[in-house]
């Protein structure tokens, strides 16, 4: 990749699509990992107001800190950018509290784990509102279009995704070419929505380089009996979450009401 000419032919399409709209400049999640690192680092290379919030539900602290270390090192480097910090823990505490009861708790984890992403989506939608600002998406290739790794009307409500076509190695390459701090470069990837250490990989069951080479091979048109031990392994994985998470990969399904039933 060409990363210096990547990096600036992004930057250039953010400043490009917002001058056009007649849009201020942009708002951002800042969560700690290198997706949101890179994405608002390129919103404040467009000169761009860029506001960046931190929205911590029960955050581990090394997520905290790095998120927190990242907007310092933009302040320092950007004059267009500011920062807000919206405590989302005791709004996320009485959702639940307001939930009836489950037999097991475990079963609602996932649902639960994904309205906390909702809950920063609906945060990030009320500054974009407040301020006339876009809400700049995180998501990679890999994610987005490989495995739909993220959260329906959560981290996936957005209103553009500069990143979106880059796998999360190229990501990776960005954030170095841009210096961005290396505890985030050097972090675990990780979602944050579950309080605890988890990493997207004990999630996913696979690296992502692993799923970088899956979804490269599935664009070949190779199958599962092209490969064997791990990368088989590897590959139905993905097909598997690629399957399953089509629903959010595709637009809504719209019901056509045929001519002359209405």
């Not at 990749?1 to 708002?27: C, P, S």
């Not at 909702?118 to 995180?138: E, K, N, Q, S």
């Not at 076509?165 to 701090?181: C, H, P, R």
């Not at 999630?203 to 599962?224: H, R, V």
Request: charged share 25%; glycine share 8%; proline share 3%.
């Amino acid at each position: 990749m060409q990363t210096e000419k990547v990096t600036n032919h992004i930057v250039n399409w953010l400043k490009d699509y917002a001058t056009k709209a007649n849009i201020k400049g942009f708002v951002i999640g800042i969560s700690g990992g290198i997706d949101s690192a890179v994405t608002s680092t390129l919103c404040a290379k467009t000169g761009l107001e860029l506001l960046c919030l931190e929205m911590p539900i029960h955050q581990a602290e090394s997520q905290v800190t790095r998120a927190s270390k990242h907007i310092d090192w933009l302040q320092s480097n950007f004059k267009n950018v500011k920062r807000q910090q919206v405590n989302l823990t005791p709004v996320f505490d009485s959702f639940i509290d307001t939930l009836p009861s489950v037999t097991n708790e475990e079963e609602r984890f996932l649902s639960l784990a994904n309205a906390r992403a909702r809950l920063r989506m609906t945060t990030l939608y009320y500054f974009a509102g407040l301020h006339g600002y876009l809400v700049a998406g995180t998501g990679n290739k890999v994610e987005d279009f490989g495995v739909g790794f993220y959260t329906k009307y959560g981290d996936g409500g957005v209103d553009l995704s500069p990143i979106a076509d880059l796998m999360k190695s190229e990501v990776y390459e960005i954030a170095k070419f841009t210096g961005i701090n290396s505890d985030i470069i050097n972090a675990a990837p990780t979602d944050g929505l579950w309080g605890d250490d988890r990493t997207d990989e004990d999630q996913i069951g696979a690296s992502y380089p692993e799923l970088e080479w899956a979804m490269l091979e599935d664009d070949k048109g190779k199958t599962k009996n092209d490969f064997k031990g791990r990368q088989q392994e590897v590959f139905i994985l993905y097909k598997k979450l690629n399957n399953a998470n089509q629903h959010k990969m595709k637009p809504i399904p719209v019901c056509d009401i045929p001519n002359g039933l209405k």
